[in-house]
């Protein structure tokens, strides 16, 4: 197999996480991107496996010398990134390297490796994703519509890339996601 970057991208509450989650369970050969960032762990975080975690100058230097493949300033205060080398060395070994990555993130990928492979998850429709927004009750009604308006938004991009799923089950569309990126069936 020839090792590629594939990008999966998608609105908050699409569930592009439960649909990566299905497909690294059926497909462990799949290596899946660690990000860095500058906050602090939480209890029960562990370096190398959630994150990276670096200093606000171990991250500059990274990001100035051209280690980072994107970046992101979270609540205006962390800073978070996807380092180069570990993507790029899964890459030549052949493997399939997963970002799972927000739209932002996935235009400065695709600048930085226009080789990478951009799959877009969609909700069967915008009131599904509202009523799973919703149905999540983890946020307050104005949270909820501002998530919402970043998702119509976010979901004009679908055809900047390379691919789209619609994430009616999630079984289905980590089926698609494995065979649009080349994956036996399992
Ligand atoms: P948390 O601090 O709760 O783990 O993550 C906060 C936010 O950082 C999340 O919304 C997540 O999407 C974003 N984030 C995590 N890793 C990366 C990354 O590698 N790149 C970008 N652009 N954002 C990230």
Redesign the pocket.
């Known amino acids: 197999m020839t090792g590629k970057i594939v990008m999966v991208i998608g609105p908050s509450g699409v569930g592009k996480g439960t649909v990566v989650r299905e497909l690294r369970a059926r497909y462990p050969e799949i290596w899946f991107?660690i990000?860095?960032?500058t906050?602090a762990p939480?209890p029960g975080e562990t370096n190398g496996v959630?994150?990276y975690y670096l200093t606000d100058d171990e991250f500059t230097e990274l990001e100035e010398s051209g280690g980072m493949l994107?970046?992101?300033e979270?609540?205006g205060m962390?800073r978070?990134?996807?380092m180069a080398a570990p993507v790029d060395q899964a890459v030549a070994d052949g493997k399939i390297a997963l970002?799972e990555?927000?739209l932002?993130?996935a235009r400065q990928v695709k600048a930085a490796r226009p080789d990478a492979f951009g799959v877009f998850i969609a909700p069967p429709s915008f009131e599904e994703l509202s009523r799973r927004l919703v149905g999540r009750g983890t946020e307050d009604p104005a949270a909820i519509a501002a998530r919402l308006e970043t998702a119509r938004n976010e979901l004009l991009a679908i055809d900047e890339f390379d691919a789209y799923v619609v994430n009616d089950s999630v079984e289905s569309a980590a089926r698609q996601l494995a065979e649009l990126i080349g994956l036996p069936p399992r």
């Open positions: 991107s990000s860095a960032t906050r939480r959630d994150y994107e970046t992101a979270v609540f962390n978070y990134g996807t970002l990555i927000d932002d993130g």
